[in-house]
């Protein structure tokens, strides 16, 4: 499956910011998709996983009760709602997809080419 990560952007701490991954190539909700991100300096880190249904989905303690992972497999569309933005969310984020279940990386065979996030005043 093709990803292509979109939406982001220059915002403010406590902003609310919305990204987008669009599927295509394979059926999309045959995977198991999730989003990482990567600031400047760092390891690539595991953000959130959401189930091929929807059914299920799992956070970084950095993210939750901030952000929130959703899909409409009819549009072959992922999300990342994030909200409260704080300065060290500042990151390239990268949409990912599995047919596995679970957090590391190595897990995830088809990659997003990543959307840029800074949170600034």
């Known amino acids: 499956v093709q990803l292509q990560a979109s939406g982001g952007g220059l915002v403010q701490p406590g902003d609310s910011l919305r990204l987008s991954c669009a599927a295509s190539?394979?059926?999309?909700?045959?995977?198991?998709m999730a989003w990482f991100r990567r600031a400047p300096g760092s390891e690539r880190e595991f953000i959130a996983l959401?189930?091929?249904?929807?059914?299920?989905?799992y956070y970084a303690d950095s993210v939750k009760g901030r952000f929130i992972i959703s899909r409409d497999n009819a549009k072959n569309t992922l999300y990342l709602q994030m909200n409260s933005l704080k300065s060290e969310d500042t990151a390239v984020y990268y949409c990912?997809?599995?047919?596995?279940?679970?957090?590391?990386?190595?897990?995830?065979?088809?990659w997003g080419q990543g959307t840029l996030v800074t949170v600034s005043s």
């Open positions: 959401i189930g091929w249904s929807a059914s299920g989905t």
């Open positions: 190539g394979r059926t999309f909700s045959a995977y198991n």
């Open positions: 990912a997809a599995t047919t596995g279940w679970g957090t590391d990386p190595i897990l995830f065979g088809s």
